[in-house]
């Protein structure tokens, strides 16, 4: 069971992206995009709550050597969930990667701070990325870990398949499975 907890893990999930699910936004919530630099203490605060990062630092030192050098693009693709009142609730990212030798869209940093899981913000903020991962790319990727069964929940409502490419993925899957069918 250890390399199935394993954080060097990480589980693919691929999706072909027509279709995009509507999920509104409970009332109360906001979607905006990054405007300015300075909102990367914010997607540090965000990603670290998440548990990412064990350190704000070592949030925004990610956000730097990822984001920053590509900070035109990051403002079309970084999204924040925030209360009306300006709070905020979580961030995904409509990137890109390559998967396959191909270059493609990538779901990155979904996360949202303990303090507003379970308000069933979880399948808005999937939706509102892929909106925008749909505006550059028509598959898509992400990766996550195996602990994280309400996340793997949600991807593969949204259509999201495994992509198992080594044995020890193979055993995390069936495991991520076998929790997810205990209902």
Avoid: C
């Amino acid at each position: 069971m250890d390399i199935i907890f394993s954080q060097k893990l990480n589980l693919s999930i691929l999706n072909d992206t027509p279709y995009i699910p509507n999920h509104p936004l409970p009332a109360g919530y906001e979607f905006s995009l990054l405007t300015y630099e300075e909102q990367r203490h914010q997607w540090a605060e965000v990603t670290t709550a998440a548990g990412e990062f064990p350190h704000k630092t070592q949030a925004l030192k990610r956000f730097a050597e990822e984001f920053t050098p590509h900070l035109t693009e990051a403002k079309k693709r970084i999204l924040f969930l925030k209360t009306t009142n300006g709070s905020y609730a979580g961030t995904a990212t409509a990137w890109v990667g390559e998967w396959d030798k191909q270059t493609i869209g990538r779901l990155h940093w979904m996360e949202i701070k303990p303090e507003f899981q379970g308000q069933k913000l979880g399948r808005p903020l999937i939706a509102k990325a892929f909106e925008l991962l749909s505006n550059y790319h028509h598959k898509a990727y992400l990766k996550t870990q195996p602990r994280s069964l309400a996340a793997i929940h949600l991807y593969l409502e949204f259509g999201f398949t495994p992509a198992i490419q080594t044995t020890a993925q193979e055993v995390a899957w069936n495991y991520v499975f076998s929790q997810l069918n205990k209902d």
